[in-house]
């Protein structure tokens, strides 16, 4: 009685199929295997555990990273800093402890705010001499349109509006009586000679008429 008892229970447990239905206990997921120690547990000389917090930032391969930050900061300060950041937070603090630590060893006293003070400087020397170029440009045109203003009153007397269009210049009436009187008061102290040529001429007040001083 009890045996067929027993046989039924067997056989209302089996699938039609015959096959046992029973799954595999799941094995536990297994660390990821360290096949080098980070930079920083390399210096440090310890072993480098698994999901370590310093072995994304501190990579076997840049060991001076971790040396340069570890000389400033101190590996427990690093450690303590990560660990209270976010992980979406952790590489910019990394880079920004390398770099003060980099700029706090080539300048023990000022730091990072003595590289930026540099640059600061440079900056400020640039637009002093961007202002200095602009100041010789306004005064480079400026002499260059009056030459242009010269060269049309000099040739006046033959077709100044022909020449100051093919020269791309329109001076005003006051430009040209300005470039005028200097070269008219050249103009008075020559004369024309028999032979067709220019002789300066005696000027009207000499030399001992002139008082010595005033």
Known sequence: MD???????????????GASTTTPPTSPPQPAVVLSPCAACKILRRRCVYRCVLAPYFPPTEPHKFATAHRVFGASNIIKLLQELPEEQRGDAVSSMVYEASARIRDPVYGSAGAIWQLQKQVNDLKAQLARAHAELAGARAQHAHLLALLCVEVAAASPAAYCAAAGYHPSSQQLAAAAAPAAQADALYVVDGSGGLQLQASP?????EPLWT
């Open 3 to 17: 045996s067929s008892s027993s046989d039924n229970t067997a056989c209302a447990t089996l699938p039609h199929g």
């Open 205 to 209: 007040v000499s030399w001992a008429d």
